[in-house]
């Protein structure tokens, strides 16, 4: 799925922009500006999109991992996700797959907190994924 804009609470002295979040590299990432819990980025797709899973990667500092995340949609659903304690892409399904035109990733809460942020964020549609895929990785199917 392609993500064609994004918005942030903060980006880190503009050195670490939202779009890095979403940019295919695993080397750059977006940083908020000192924040942690209820920091977010908004990632608007250019229209509807059934999603079915995310990827999402902490930034690569010890000091900033974010831990639960809120993710919102265009039509006022929300879903919550746990990331590990560490920096590695991570999956979530998402199932039943959510329609949305937009995803506001919010913090709502910290393995530690100074400048969180994501080193790499994408989603994958139900076009993207077949069946088979979500069974192989263990989600839901």
């Given at each position: ?32 500006a000192g924040e ?48 590990q304690q560490n ?11 959510v329609t949305t ?41």
């Amino acid at each position: 799925v392609k993500i064609a804009s994004c918005t942030a609470s903060s980006d880190y002295n503009g050195q670490a922009p939202c779009g890095n979040a979403y940019d295919g590299s695993m080397r750059s990432d977006w940083g908020t500006a000192g924040e942690g819990t209820g920091s977010w980025i908004k990632l608007q797709f250019a229209g509807a999109q059934a999603i079915a899973a995310m990827n999402f990667a902490n930034r690569p500092f010890s000091s900033a991992l974010s831990k639960g995340l809120k993710l919102e949609f265009s039509h006022r659903r929300t879903r919550v996700v746990a990331l590990q304690q560490n920096s590695a892409s991570q999956r979530f399904a998402l199932a039943p797959a959510v329609t949305t035109t937009f995803v506001k990733i919010v913090v709502v809460s910290v393995w530690r907190s100074l400048n969180n942020g994501a080193k790499e964020i994408s989603f994958r549609s139900l076009r993207d994924l077949g069946m088979s895929d979500l069974c192989t990785d263990n989600l839901t199917c």
